[in-house]
């Protein structure tokens, strides 16, 4: 629902968009479920695989992949 109510008031496309959040369970699951692409800032460098579109340990290397 959060983000239907949110394209609706920006009135963009999920394709313009891209999700960047530390929370595999709520940022990152919840732009993959609703079909967005997303960056994960995994600022402790976990070793853990996720499904996210692109992984980041440096908030400054998010202006690369933009």
């Known amino acids: ?3 239907d109510e ?3 008031r920006i ?3 999920k ?3 891209i999700v960047i959040g530390d929370s595999l369970t ?3 699951k ?3 479920d609703y079909g967005i692409a997303c960056i994960w800032f995994n ?3 976990k070793d853990i695989k996720s499904n996210a579109t ?3 340990d440096d908030l400054l290397k998010i202006k690369e992949i933009l």
């Open 6 to 8: 949110a394209f609706k």
């Open 30 to 32: 919840g732009a993959l």
């Open 11 to 13: 009135k963009i496309n």
């Open 26 to 28: 709520s940022d990152i």
């Open 1 to 3: 629902e959060y983000y």
């Open 15 to 17: 394709d313009e968009v």
């Open 54 to 56: 692109y992984e980041v």
């Open 43 to 45: 600022k402790n460098k």
